[in-house]
């Protein structure tokens, strides 16, 4: 069990807008930032969102995160079939000193 | 281009050992950390820990330690991670990771990949 916790699944309509939350701790989110991972099948991670709300070029700006206090929350508006992907929640804890990840969402288009 | 490419496919017997590559190119290799991450088929994802590139100093999470090992050899911008006495839940996808030596001051964004060596150990 994933000491960050994430839905396992979403579903929304193309089009529509969806949220994914990741819920941590004073520990992880609460004091550093979040970073997020999109993850087709069968590839490796990419880095989707990093310093919590920030995009590296080539992330749309269909997504977006907010943070407060100690869980986080990606939202995809637009939603198009080529988002349905895994996708992850990553930070740093202080207490453990390891980088954490949520167990992930599996995001569907419906 | 920044690229991470990782060593091909593994099968190995229970007990036995194994080294995966991870050769960097398109950026500064000793100016950025490589970390190890695992994902077990079906499951999340899983990190290991990461080794300093300037330092060669090795960072292991808890769960890695004994079986595992980080190495480099900067004069080919290449990290490795060796596991010996494999046995068949270290059956997973193994990644490493480029990060800007930022984890411990509560920064830690993965920014690139590599395409990840998927390792299965069965007799």
């Known amino acids: 069990q994933s000491v960050l916790t994430q839905p396992p699944s979403v579903s929304a309509a193309p089009g529509q807008k969806v949220t994914i939350s990741c819920s941590g701790s004073?520990?992880?989110?609460?004091?550093?930032?979040v970073s997020w991972y999109q993850q087709f099948p069968g590839t490796a991670p990419k880095l989707l969102i990093y310093?919590?709300?920030r995009r590296p070029s080539g992330t749309p700006d269909r997504f977006s995160v907010s943070k407060s206090g100690t869980s986080a929350t990606l939202g995809i508006t637009g939603l198009q079939t080529g988002d349905e992907a895994d996708y992850y929640c990553?930070?740093?804890?202080?207490?453990?000193?390891?980088?954490?990840f949520g167990g992930g969402t599996k995001l569907t288009v419906l | 281009q920044v690229q991470l490419v990782q060593s091909g496919s593994a099968l190995q017997k229970p007990g036995a050992s194994v080294k995966l590559s991870c050769k960097a190119s398109?950026?500064?290799?000793?100016?950025?950390?490589i970390n190890w991450l695992r994902q077990a088929p079906g499951q999340g994802l899983e990190w290991m820990g990461w080794?300093?590139?300037?330092?060669?100093?090795?960072t292991y999470a808890q769960g890695f330690t004994g079986r595992f090992v980080f190495s480099l050899d900067s004069s080919v911008s290449t990290a490795y991670l060796q596991i010996s006495s494999l046995q068949a839940d270290d059956t997973a996808v193994y990644y490493c990771?480029?990060?800007?030596?930022?984890?411990?001051?509560?920064?830690?964004?993965?920014?690139?990949w590599g395409q990840g060596t998927l390792v299965t150990v069965s007799s």
């Open positions: 004073s520990s992880n989110i609460g004091r550093n930032y």
């Open positions: 310093d919590n709300d």
């Open positions: 398109g950026y500064t290799f000793t100016n950025y950390a």
């Open positions: 990771a480029r990060e800007d030596y930022e984890c411990s001051s509560g920064i830690c964004d993965l920014d690139y």
């Open positions: 080794i300093h590139t300037s330092t060669w100093n090795p």
């Open positions: 990553g930070t740093w804890d202080n207490s453990l000193s390891v980088m954490l």
